[in-house]
């Protein structure tokens, strides 16, 4: 048991950068804020990977926090399950989202969160790479509602396959 305010503690008064390339092996999932840590500024994820391993999740914001700015995705390259544009599970996204997918290989494609809300207008452009399932404009899940107008730009790229990432051929 604790008095202490968790709310406030390993908070980020700055801006996050996240940058996952060449064979890098990650067991579970990409975030660019914090777990049950704010965010005061702007974060960054890139994903430029090898095919060699698969990243479960990408998120562009946090687990359980809040993020106060800009939220930006670069998928480039690499194998990933799902990609999500905001939050996970909790946590306000303040200002914009944009997911940029110019590569790789993923299920699921998303501009907002996961179980997360997001009040704004999350835009997911899509102009290379291979979307196996689709790709959503807003977030997973009932509680993932967007307030705002998403928009999907697909100039190139696939969606839809036959085969998920993760089962055997």
Request: overall charge negative.
């Amino acid at each position: 048991y604790t008095t202490v305010d968790m709310s406030v503690m390993g908070e980020v008064k700055g801006n996050t950068t996240v940058i996952v390339d060449g064979a890098s092996q990650v067991d579970g999932g990409v975030y660019g804020g914090g777990n049950m840590s704010k965010v005061v500024g702007t974060t960054n994820v890139s994903i430029e990977t090898t095919d060699t391993y698969l990243i479960n999740e990408v998120y562009g914001g946090a687990n359980r926090a809040d993020v106060g700015d800009n939220t930006t995705v670069n998928i480039k390259s690499g194998k990933i399950g799902n990609v999500f544009g905001a939050n996970n599970l909790s946590g306000t996204k303040s200002k914009g989202i944009i997911v940029n997918v110019t590569g790789g290989t993923s299920n699921y494609v998303y501009g907002a969160g996961n179980l997360a809300a997001y009040a704004g207008n999350p835009i997911v452009n899509l102009s290379n790479g291979l979307v196996k399932e689709a790709v959503y404009g807003g977030g997973l899940g009932a509680s993932a509602i967007v307030t705002g107008n998403p928009q999907v730009r697909m100039t190139g790229g696939v969606v839809g396959y036959t085969e998920k990432i993760g089962e055997a051929n």
